[in-house]
């Protein structure tokens, strides 16, 4: 497990790892949160924060829909 843990925080001290076969799991996450309302994702990354010591996932190109189906302003 600690090999695993130096060999993650190596690859991302690189760069960011991405993750784009989960962002249709997180479009539909975020718009089973939303009520149903669509959302969609264009890109979907580990990143490591070194100002917070830690690892966050983040969504790029993020677009949320309103109850009409149009993109929310």
């Given at each position: 497990m600690v090999a695993g843990c130096a060999i993650l925080a190596a690859r991302l001290a690189s760069g960011?790892?991405?993750l784009d076969v989960f962002k249709e799991e997180v479009a539909a996450g975020l718009?089973?949160?939303r009520?149903?309302?669509?959302?969609s994702i264009e890109a979907?990354?580990?990143e490591w924060e070194p100002s917070e010591r830690r690892m966050k996932v983040?969504?790029?190109g993020?677009?949320?829909d309103d109850e009409t189906g149009e993109p929310a302003a």
């Open positions: 960011p790892l991405q718009s089973e949160a009520g149903g309302r669509g959302a979907v990354s580990l983040v969504a790029d993020v677009v949320l």
